[in-house]
């Protein structure tokens, strides 16, 4: 798909604009679901010029993250230099801000964000300066405080003289420049049992920023975290802004491959082809529940195969080693593919034989697996079998867009494998198609992020008040 940005024809008559994207993966590494979303911005706005091309002018993007150096995780040369290419075809800029205070310090670390909140916005405020308007999408807790260090009397176009209007009424097509705070975790997600009281304490400080008349919003991502925000850090005051968890439905990842060219990967990755596949991918992190699935698969082991592909963080990482006990105490037949892999989920999540995708998290944000399996798997594949946690809620509908595992109870879970596996051909078909219907149209890109930039930049039709079921 060849996709070019619609020139500005008249530069003198119309507003500057930008666009600000903050992340720290994505850019020189992809290890992770933020890696997921800016590679999502960026093949978006390559496929939606309509979308930077605004009546008011067009939109100029800036991508922001933190300078890399040797020890930086999981850095790609490679990958890096493409990206580079990419935003420089947008007409883009990237701007790489220095976070460390001494070369081992790790971006895992409050003092780190710190910095680097300071460092961006003393960067960025010269640039900021030549636009009339710009909207700062801050990704997750290190870009959290960044508010905090830009001046707030450029935020906010205040009123002519004469006019009475409070800064508590103003709206964001009244800012000069809007912030967006778009979490996608937290110290109650990451640490369930003991959430961090720094990390939350953070989080706290940075959310609060969110108030009226600052210009500051709160993504409003999915239902089940904008009420997680609220129950858990207050926000009775916060500014929210339509954000929706999304993935772009006509990407060229996408895009169905041949039986043969899917019979090939498998092959590669020596994966039984004649036998019911039952997957599960993600990290290798506790969160992410594969050890308490893998005891319950012994009720099904005769029926079916186990591929776990699972994100090591080190060699040798502890948590795929437990599962390597778990699946030869349980008598498991399976594949356990100890790294990183798009080819083979976006094959085996298109094979026939593939029944069931096990999400069995202990917490969950919002997880672009389920969006992701259900566009694959439209004429042929598994269904979703997840965890009554998160943004699964919002996903899925039992029995009509996929399964919830009860991770409480060993025979519960082993019930539910169960009957997915003797689900039908015509159910199975049902759901598949039911849950894609689903993904089409509530999480599709190319409507979604298009409604968050009119948000921010047309007046008519705003608000300023939280979600109705929040």
């Keep these: 798909m060849s996709c070019k940005l619609t020139e ?42 309509e979308a930077l091309a605004g009546k008011g002018g067009r939109i100029d993007v800036h991508v922001v993250c933190p300078l890399p150096d040797q020890y930086t995780w999981g850095y790609d040369g490679d990958f890096f230099r493409r990206q580079r290419q ?15 205070t001494h070369p081992q310090q790790e971006l895992w670390e409050i003092p780190a964000w710190r910095t680097l909140c300071q460092q961006g916005a003393m960067r960025l405020a010269p640039v900021l300066a030549g636009y009339d308007k710009s909207l700062l999408v801050c990704v997750d807790q290190p870009w959290l405080h960044l508010p905090r260090y830009l001046p707030l009397e450029h935020r906010v176009r205040m009123p002519a003289e004469g006019q009475q209007r409070s800064r508590a009424s103003v709206s964001p097509a009244d800012d000069v420049i809007s912030t967006l705070l778009v979490l996608y975790n937290t110290a109650f997600i990451r640490n369930w049992h003991t959430p961090d009281a720094a990390e939350v304490a953070w989080e706290q400080q940075g959310l609060a920023s969110a108030r009226p008349g600052s210009g500051v919003y709160i993504a409003d991502i999915c239902p089940s975290f904008t009420a997680h925000l609220r129950t858990h850090f207050g926000l009775d005051q916060a500014l929210w802004a339509p954000y929706t968890a999304s993935v772009l439905v006509e990407d060229e990842e996408f895009v169905l491959q041949t039986p043969a060219a899917l019979a090939a990967v498998l092959q590669r990755y020596n994966i039984p082809r004649h036998e019911n596949i039952v997957l599960a991918f993600g990290r290798a992190a506790p969160i992410k529940g594969f050890e308490l699935v893998i005891p319950a698969l012994e009720a099904i082991r005769e029926r079916c195969h186990f591929v776990l592909i699972s994100v090591p ?24 593919i100890k790294h990183f892999t798009r080819e083979l989920p976006r094959a085996l999540c298109q094979w026939p034989h593939t029944r069931m995708v096990l999400l069995p998290s202990q917490q969950e944000t919002f997880s672009n697996i389920f969006l992701e399996v259900a566009l694959w798997a439209r004429q042929g594949g598994p269904v979703v079998v997840a965890s009554r946690v998160g ?35 015509e159910p199975h078909a049902a759901i598949r198609r039911q849950a894609y219907e689903r993904v089409v ?16 930049w047309c007046a008519n039709g705003l608000s300023a008040d939280p979600p109705a079921w929040a």
């Design 313 to 336: 963080y080190s060699p040798d990482d502890p948590q795929q080693q437990l599962y390597d006990r778990l699946l030869a105490a349980h008598g498991i037949r399976a594949t356990h």
């Design 8 to 49: 500005r024809t008249d530069t003198t008559m119309r507003a500057r604009q930008a666009l600000f994207y903050l992340t720290y993966n994505g850019v020189y590494n992809f290890t992770n679901g933020i890696g997921t979303q800016t590679q999502l911005l960026l093949r978006g706005l390559e496929c939606l010029p």
């Design 441 to 456: 149209q509530q999480y599709d890109f190319r409507h979604n992020f298009p409604a968050t930039l009119r948000w921010f």
């Design 391 to 425: 943004g699964f809620i919002d996903q899925i509908e039992p029995g009509v867009t996929g399964f919830f595992l009860d991770l409480a109870s060993r025979h519960a879970m082993a019930q539910t494998l169960r009957h997915v596996l003797d689900l039908p051909a």
């Design 86 to 100: 990419r935003l420089t075809a947008l007409g883009g800029q990237l701007h790489l801000v220095p976070y460390k």
